[in-house]
């Protein structure tokens, strides 16, 4: 059994579509991009025998779960990590991801403590992965399925942030249609 | 009247502002507030009062007095005498009839007093109780505030912002700079926060100033959450100093409400900031050195001062403001009349200690000063300035001054001294019992300006120390605050799958379904593409399966405890049909169960059960300790079930792997690839049909989805899904099960395995396999072509005895058809029983088995 139905690197080149395609087109890549197709690797067992690669970012969650951000072919470090005695799985399809460049959406969107990164926990009321990249972004992941909806979420919060700047109690930003998208 | 430019004024009179007040246009300058440039304008009627409808004006001229309440561009409550002016606002009155300078309502000052005392409407309007909604709505129109528009959607957008400080500072005063930027020499992340919208934009050496903003409470873990506006900040402090300074009381005396009644801080704030003259000929009467600070700014603004009235030297037993049309005339003191249009009076000022309550402060009275005061603490918060009491003078006035007239204790809610003092002849002897009874201090100044007043005037009457009566529970939010604010952003979650856009731009009517948007159907007609499933193709998104893998050494082991038949026994490449069962044997979800390799099987849950049965599976592992995963892949994989007459060609079409009926046989799990993309494959047939669920990798759900319809798939919706499993008589757990359900009354009695040794549940469903059910499951089919609703009775010799819990019309069944659990006894093949429908009982036969395609050879073929 290989397992490759998990795998989006095994698919064939131009069949993948980001879950978040349609909330980030157009939205401005210097604010937000789309990491949803970037490879992440769930692991299970003992993250002490985990030996992480170059290129390769491990988020423990606990100390028999994490996850691998890597650079690599996703399936590829999962079988690797499975020579190694730990159980791995694919989990790029799993996750939708989006690097934020501003920690001010980020916090309209969640509680979490952003010097304590990465971390797990609400983000737009769903559960998330957060974490830190090199360039300062703010990475955020969570169930695929909910990967429009956050995105959606993200791309209202910026919006949010040009409409109330400068403003001061009385001065009123234009009124935008809350509910989204109707599909 | 605007006075010569003057240093310190805050307008830009260069920059003219015009809007609407009460119907009249205005103009002011940018800098000014609504109310200001109203006042400047000449406007002096603001408000009605709460009950009595009496005209008001500017009392504090600082948001803390409900005077200026006004509706501003169609939001209710807004205090415009804080609030920025904006060009082409519109201005109204509210609570009032006709107009804010002639309220029909008024007639209740006149006539209405005598009749209507403290606690009228309790007494009065409870009988009889069937009258209530009725008394409510007058009530509610009669007296109140602004009204909200129940149908209003958001009027405008508003945030919320999560933030961090080491130092929050509330308070902007003097007190509070110096403690910000005492903080900030030792580090960075000090916030000070003001209501004052001036101090917008000061630059304080290493502060972070956000104002016009307002705290609304302290709660634990050092949360204050911060009014701006349009965005809501919910600080996480590590230490909070509040600065809020103290508050000028009112005096309590008849008339102590008329227009032209101000505090001191008001009026200097008029002069002061927006250089407006406040009246010609004013008279001061002050309980403490700050009130009289005013009678030099009025001086200098050009009005004359005939008297000044120290009430720490003169102490009189009369004190009646008297006017007409509402507005002050005249100041009698102890018989002696003084003219004027301004009386400006103040009982001195009371720590704004609120904050500091809500945060767990002890607040007691300091018979020194006669006001109450922070004593205690807690930890991480801290008290600076005035509100800790430092820098304020001694201040006795009166509790309450004699003379005729209306002496209002609350002018939020129109409570005089008589109605205190009548509370109090009544019994309500304790001021939380006379707050509730009275309502004083439950009104929009939130005790601000009647607290202290309400506990002076409650001492003297019932000779008690202020010290011993104590104060009120100050509760969050310390200032109003909209709805709007608290409730931010609207944000529901919603679950897609990853062809969910496929099928929004086929035209797919979108419904939700649990936490998911799905396709309910493509077109006007679901039975068209029932028809196609049942004749040619059709493809179904089922990606909101519920998908784990359970994988280890010891997984079939733990799969064995869990469900109620087996898996040991299953060969890799097979699917079986599971049903997980409660410890009290009830039915809690279903799925297949593939096992893919010795050690790892592929289980499906229902769309709704994926986290429930994964923290199920993971509960009872954690109990027995296998060595076994259970890993949720719900999100990683995409599903499609390809169904009907034409499927095998057609995925043979798309894939080289031999998927013959010989080569993938019913009941199958193969890995396959289907152009171009890795998928697991399992033959199993929901919907009755020859079929393929299809799971594969969810990014590539658009693709294949795309390859499937090009190869002549027809997308089917839940709503023709439902009718094709009705037609099998498969159940929905859920919708045809409930918690009561088990397997022996569901009509799955060959499903449980009460041989094996263990598994949850096991020792109920022994004893339902012994006991005769109540009720069972069963199929029917309508005698006529009439179609009971969900939930429809069945009707057993007159009584309610069952219920419907499925129901469709069938195009191959040629009948409506539908699942209901019926009594044991009428539970046989072919039993008549009667459906309760729009009113009239329809006859219907139990049917066992299929109702389309029974031996189901279809599915098999
Ligand atoms: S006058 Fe506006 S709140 Fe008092």
Redesign the interface.
């Known amino acids: ?2 397992r ?5 690197s ?3 080149a ?6 978040l395609r ?1 909330a980030l087109e157009g939205a401005n890549s210097a604010a937000v991009r789309d990491l ?2 970037e490879g992440v690797v ?1 692991i ?2 003992d993250s002490d025998l985990v030996e992480v690669a170059e290129g390769e970012d491990l988020v423990r969650l606990s100390p028999q779960r994490g996850y691998i951000f890597t650079d690599g072919d996703p399936a590829d470090v999962a079988e690797r990590l499975r020579a190694g005695g730990v ?1 791995a ?7 939708a991801g989006m690097a934020i460049e501003s920690e ?1 959406v980020v ?2 969107l ?2 979490l ?1 952003l ?1 304590e990164l990465p971390t797990s926990g609400p983000f ?3 559960t998330a992965i957060v974490r830190r990249a090199d360039d300062g972004w703010v990475e955020v992941y969570v ?7 956050v995105a959606e ?1 993200v791309v ?2 910026l919006t ?1 942030l040009d ?2 700047r400068g ?10 249609d ?2 989204g998208s ?2 | 009247m605007r006075l010569e430019p003057r240093s310190g004024e805050r307008i830009d009179r260069s920059k003219p502002v015009s809007f609407s007040f009460a119907g009249w246009k205005v103009a002011g300058f940018e800098g000014d507030t609504l109310g200001s440039a109203a006042f400047a304008a000449g406007k002096r009627v603001f408000s009605r009062s709460f009950k009595y409808h009496r005209p008001r004006g500017l009392l504090c001229c600082s948001g803390h007095c409900p005077n200026c309440l006004m509706t ?2 169609g939001v209710p409550n ?1 205090r415009v005498c ?3 002016i ?1 060009e082409g606002a519109v201005v109204e009155g509210q609570n009032v009839r006709w107009s804010l300078d002639f309220d029909f309502m008024s007639v209740t000052d006149k006539v209405g007093g005598p009749f209507t005392p403290v606690g009228f409407y309790y007494r009065t309007f409870i009988r009889p109780r069937r009258l209530w909604p009725f008394y409510e709505k007058f009530l509610r129109s009669a007296a109140g505030l602004g009204e909200l528009d129940e149908h209003a959607g ?4 508003y ?6 400080a080491r130092v929050l500072v509330v308070g902007g005063g003097p007190a509070g700079r110096a403690a910000a930027l005492a903080a900030a020499a030792s580090g960075d992340g000090v916030v000070l926060v003001d209501e004052d ?1 001036s101090l ?1 934009g000061m630059q304080l050496d290493g502060v972070e100033v956000l ?3 307002r705290a609304l409470g302290i709660w634990e873990g050092g949360l204050v959450p911060v ?5 809501l900040y ?1 600080f ?1 402090a590590a230490r909070i100093i509040v600065a809020t300074g103290a508050i000028e009381q009112p005096l309590v005396f008849p008339g102590n409400d008329l227009i032209g009644v101000m505090l001191p801080g008001g009026v200097r704030r008029l002069v002061n900031d927006f250089s407006i003259k406040p009246g010609n000929r004013a008279i001061v009467v002050a309980a403490d050195d700050e009130g009289f600070e005013v009678a030099d700014d009025l001086s200098e603004a050009g009005v004359a001062v005939p008297r000044v009235i120290d009430l720490r030297e003169t102490r009189p037993r009369e004190l009646v403001a008297q006017g007409g049309k509402g507005r002050v005339r005249r100041l009698v003191v102890d018989g002696e009349s003084f003219d004027c249009d301004l009386l400006v009076a103040s009982g001195g000022r009371q720590p704004a200690y609120s904050l500091l309550a809500q945060a767990g402060a002890r607040i007691e009275f300091d018979s020194e000063l006669g006001v109450f005061v922070p004593t205690e603490l807690p930890s991480g918060v801290e008290a600076v300035g005035s509100v800790t009491g430092d820098g304020l003078g001694k201040v006795d006035p009166e509790p309450a001054y004699g003379g005729k007239g209306k002496c209002f204790v609350c002018v939020c809610e129109d409570v005089t001294t008589k109605d205190m003092k009548r509370a109090i002849a009544e019994g309500f002897d304790s001021i939380e019992l006379a707050k509730r009874y009275t309502t004083t201090t439950m009104g929009p100044c939130q005790g601000k300006l009647c607290h202290l007043p309400s506990i002076r005037l409650y001492s003297k009457e019932t000779r008690v120390y202020e010290a011993a009566i104590g104060t009120t529970t100050a509760r969050p939010p310390w200032a109003p605050v909209e709805l709007g604010l608290l409730a931010g ?10 062809m ?2 496929s099928h ?1 731009e086929a035209g797919a009517t ?1 419904q939700w379904a649990g936490p ?2 799905r396709p309910y159907a493509y077109g006007e007609k679901p039975e068209d593409e029932v028809r196609a499933v049942h004749e040619s193709l059709g493809v179904i998104d089922v ?1 909101t399966l519920g998908k784990l ?1 359970v ?2 050494p010891e997984a079939v082991a733990l799969l064995e405890r869990l469900y109620p038949n087996r898996f040991g026994d299953m060969k ?1 490449g097979r699917i079986r049909y599971g049903v997980l069962t409660s410890d009290a044997g009830r039915i809690m979800d279903d799925g297949t169960i593939a096992r ?2 010795d050690d ?1 099987y592929y289980v499906t849950t229902t769309s709704t059960g994926a986290d429930a049965v994964t923290a199920w599976f993971e509960w009872w592992n954690a109990v027995w300790g296998y060595e076994a ?1 259970i ?1 949720n ?6 599903a499609v079930n390809l169904a009907g007459p034409q499927s095998r060609d057609a995925l043979q079409r798309l894939t080289e792997a031999d998927v013959s009926a010989e080569a993938f046989k019913y009941l199958d799990a193969q ?1 396959i690839d289907v ?6 494959a399992l033959r199993i047939g929901f919907v009755g049909e020859l079929g393929y669920e299809l ?10 989805w795309g390859q499937l319809v090009a190869e002549g798939a027809r997308p089917f919706g839940l709503e023709p899904q439902r009718i094709l499993r009705l037609e099998k008589g498969h159940v929905i757990v859920g919708q045809d099960t409930d918690s009561e359900s088990n397997l022996y009354s569901a009509g799955m009695s060959w499903l449980p395995k009460l041989d094996k040794d263990d598994f949850v549940g096991k020792y109920a469903l022994e004893h339902f396999a012994e006991r005769e059910e109540k009720e069972r499951l069963v199929g029917f089919t309508m005698e006529e072509d009439v179609l009971p609703a969900e939930g429809a009775q069945i009707v057993v010799e007159g009584f309610p005895a069952g219920r419907v819990t499925s129901a469709r019309r069938s195009e191959a069944v040629g009948s409506v058809i539908g699942l209901a659990w019926v009594p044991t006894d009428r539970a046989k093949n072919g039993t008549r029983v009667e459906i309760r429908v729009d009113r009239l009982l329809r006859g219907a036969r139990v049917t066992h088995g299929a109702f389309f395609d029974s031996a189901g050879q279809r599915m098999r073929s």
């Open positions: 059994m290989s490759a139905f998990l795998s989006p095994r698919c064939d131009g069949t993948l579509t980001s879950p349609r949803s197709l769930e299970r067992g159980l799985y694919d989990a790029t399809g799993a996750l001010q916090r309209r969640t509680d403590d010097d737009a009321h769903v169930q695929q399925e909910y990967g429009h909806y979420a209202d919060a949010g409409t109330s403003l001061t109690r009385g001065q009123t930003p234009d009124v935008s809350p509910d109707p599909a | 501003v561009d807004v804080t609030e920025p904006r958001y009027s405008r957008r945030d919320t912002e999560h933030r961090k919208a917008n104002a016009p903003a009014d701006a506006g349009t965005v919910r996480r952003r609207e944000l529901t979650p919603a679950r897609r799958t990853s969910h856009w929004a979108i998911w948007k990606s893998f994988e280890g890799s893919l390799a790892l995963e890993v892949v719900t999100g990683a994989i995409a890995e152009a171009g993309v890795p998928t697991l799971h594969f990798p969810s990014p590539a759900g658009e693709y294949l």
